[in-house]
């Protein structure tokens, strides 16, 4: 929903330029780029559920900061650092996935892609009625909101599939 709303949030509620407005898109693309990037040497060093979990708690605090201060270049740079520490979250998972269950990679793939899409549906749609109703600023904390609620559910699934191999 970031990429659908942010560009029009910036531009009628920061009072920022297209411009900068754009800007604020491509340090994000950038940002999750780069974490693509850095996953793949992190995984040789950290378990990739803990990137996936603990990446979304620091891109929630990330996009929450940039977000609630209202100030633009805290919002690019808040951005930008969620774009890093989220960036990986779909090829992990992915991978992931496809190490728990090695015979159905094209399952869990399909599952976790389809996932994804009906994601990009429903929340900028939601973003939307929530602007119309209590306008953008109340309407982007779904951003910060919805990554806290991965890190709790990652975390509650870590522990979860850490004690059934225990156990």
């Not at 900061?65 to 890093?84: D, E, K, R, S, Y």
């Not at 989220?86 to 992915?94: D, E, F, K, Q």
């Not at 109340?138 to 870590?158: D, E, P």
Request: charged letters at 10%; a neutral charge; hydrophobic letters at 55%.
């Amino acid at each position: 929903s970031l990429t659908v709303w942010l560009p029009m949030y910036m531009e009628t509620d920061l009072l920022v330029s297209p411009t900068v407005s754009n800007l604020a898109l491509s340090v994000l693309w950038l940002g999750i780029i780069l974490g693509r990037m850095a996953s793949a040497y992190l995984t040789d060093r950290i378990k990739p559920v803990k990137i996936v979990v603990f990446g979304n708690l620091l891109a929630a605090i990330s996009a929450a900061i940039g977000i609630l201060m209202m100030q633009p270049v805290v919002l690019i740079i808040g951005l930008g650092f969620a774009g890093l520490f989220n960036g990986a979250t779909i090829p992990l998972l992915v991978t992931i996935a496809s190490d728990r269950y090695p015979e159905h990679t094209g399952t869990t793939s399909s599952m976790i892609f389809l996932s994804g899409a009906f994601a990009t549906m429903i929340f900028p749609w939601l973003v939307g009625r929530i602007a119309e109703s209590s306008g953008f600023q109340m309407a982007l904390q779904l951003t910060w909101i919805t990554l806290f609620v991965l890190f709790a559910a990652g975390l509650v699934l870590s522990r979860s599939l850490k004690s059934n191999i225990e156990g």
